[in-house]
């Protein structure tokens, strides 16, 4: 499976911060890559029609089982609102026994940082404890 380049779908404001999302899965086995890919795909059209991102990226190290995906969000509530959404919930239900290992991490940037190059990713990725779960629920409690 080849690699998705950094994807715009906003231009960034250069004054402003926006959410990073970066992700690290890793499946339980060779053989879960092509279901897991099959049923992560079925996102994109929901990921790219999103409110509040601006952009996204995929880096798959097959050797390793693993898939790295990277984000950008005007805020954490959009972010929130994705992980919710249908087929966004579904797919990680159905995917969830695959996974042997899965880390999310986020930050802020400013528009003028972006877009972000997947070094940068590593980067900053490694200098933060990975997030929660919680973090993705809406300021309001939601």
Do not use: C
């Amino acid at each position: 499976m080849p690699g998705m380049p950094w994807t715009p779908l906003a231009a960034a404001e250069p004054d402003r911060e926006y959410v990073v999302m970066a992700t690290k899965l890793v499946l339980s086995g060779y053989r879960d890559i092509p279901a897991f890919a099959r049923s992560t795909q079925a996102l994109w059209p929901e990921l790219t029609g999103s409110e509040g991102l601006l952009g996204y990226s995929l880096d798959p190290d097959l050797t390793r089982r693993t898939f790295h995906t990277l984000s950008v969000w005007h805020d954490a509530d959009a972010i929130a609102a994705f992980v919710r959404s249908e087929p966004h919930a579904l797919v990680v239900a159905h995917t969830r026994p695959w996974l042997a290992d899965s880390t999310f991490r986020t930050w802020t940037v400013h528009g003028t940082h972006l877009p972000l190059n997947w070094d940068q990713v590593i980067n900053a990725s490694a200098r933060r404890p990975a997030s929660p779960p919680r973090l993705l629920t809406r300021r309001d409690g939601k």
